[in-house]
């Protein structure tokens, strides 16, 4: 995983600590989740990242949250969630924590004793409950297992008292332990939530939802020993939508799925600029000399997870390329504070750090946004929690009324030399026929790029030389009717200046991640022109040659489509 530029860009700006969190990045991921898992809610565990931007990007984007106190709740909805988009995710909770939430209107409570599912029936009346399964946590890093959920008989007992004590036993949910590394875990958990469905059933409860929980890994971390830990996603995703497509069959009650992502969602887009206080070298017990690196950063004011894990380090004043430059030395890494404990725990692993190290350099630390900010001590040796800042990158949105003129001088700027110009009321007109697929990208408060896609009959294409609202599209003249589960991607620009960053790509996955989103495109048409069939051909969509050559879109063009299942583009970038 390296830094975005925006990201370089803003860490090498700071001139004090900080933590930059990147809310295009974060927006990014969510859309690549959507796409893996389509059809499955997404609840932000934001204690993962208690921070009101990144709360409120995701909500924009459809998420809710996963709440574990009535104080995150409150947070929530101050971020702009309804309510009906927040569950209480935490089974350890007192009658006061229950009956806040029910106040605040919160109807959705996790449960996994029966000591607990009576509390919610007294302070939270009527409401749903989903009883959580216990988990081994094999192959997380941080194994979530003993402290919270229960056995499948337990949770047969947990649902049929919340049935009898008037509340409506909604669900299961479960969690695999954080940065999860194994498809199997998840595999596994699916069984356990079979055999529980099928026991349910037997006693006459049919189940709403099932709650996939948290567990999804973060990219970009190294392992204790410093190598990349590089976790097999496709794999997880695979075994996900197998266990949901289980699911779903052998339940006889329609099932929704939840998921509740935090460190998967933030981790890689959340960098971290300290600085070095000190690089030095000791003699120790048994002669042994060893160099020392000390932050201004670690385990209690940002880098909580040091104990299982390395970060990145990178030294901008110390390299050349983008990599580390002249002479390193193998160093421990530690924290500021008088405590042994704030230190990598590796300390025959040592980090190779460049030898010129000086008191002040700045140090920017990567992968480092999940659980940063909820991991921090207050006062701890005069310390003060980092400051945060975020940044939005290349941010897609809807598009405004007046970024018609930008919009249709790229068109022009793209396409007159191939003679393709439909102009910008032709251009404008299909826009408008599906706004909530249309969107323009900014950069620097600049439009610099943009997407028109609305919905069309497969193997037909607009005429460039007439705007959408003069001829019908179905032979009824219904417009609105037409396309049914095809949508057809018109146009797709990314600015001459900014190409080759990955953008395009990346309004391909909002696009697709809008277009799976409540299941609502099958597929998705282009006509491809001039010489991109191979960038198309790249992203998944196959030729459909026996349209023929587009009328209107030029020699080299080529009808193409996509099926709306995972595919390789969905793979988020490392
Ligand atoms: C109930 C619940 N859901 C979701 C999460 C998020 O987990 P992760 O960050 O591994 O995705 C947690 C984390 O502790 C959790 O307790």
Redesign the pocket.
Known sequence: MTLSPAMREALARAKSDRIVYDLAGIADRYDCLVRQLPGVAIRF?M??CPVDEVIADLAARGAGC?A?SPNEILQALGAGLPVERIHY??TSKSDDNIADAYRIGVRDF?TDSLQDVTAIAEYAPGSRVFC?LVTTGEGAL?G?SRK?GCSVADAVLVLERARELGLVPAGL?V?V????MRAEAWTAAFADMGQAIAALEQRGIGLQYVNL????PALGYLDRRGNPLDPPLDEIFAAIRVGMRRLTTMSSTPLRFLA?????LVADHGAIRAHVQRLSERELTDGERQHWLYLSVGKYNGLYEMDELQYRLVFPTHEEDGTSAGELVPAVVAGPTCDSDDAYVHEDNFVHVPAALASGDPVWIVSCG??STSYTTQGFNGIDPLEYQWIRGPRVRPIADDDWESIAELEFTTYSELGLSEGRAALESRARRSPETSFVLELDRKVAGYVVALPYPSLQYPDLHRPESEFSLTADGTADECGGVNLHLHDLVVAEGVRGRGLAKLLLRRLESIAIQGRRFATISLVSVGDSEGFWAAAGYRPQREVGTPEGYGSKSVYMSKALEVDPLAACPR
């Open positions: 565990a204690k993962a996963d574990a995710g935490n996790a959580r941080w979530l919270f949910s969690h332990g954080s940065q999860q929980g948290g567990g999804l509740e992502p935090g460190r998967y999940a659980y």
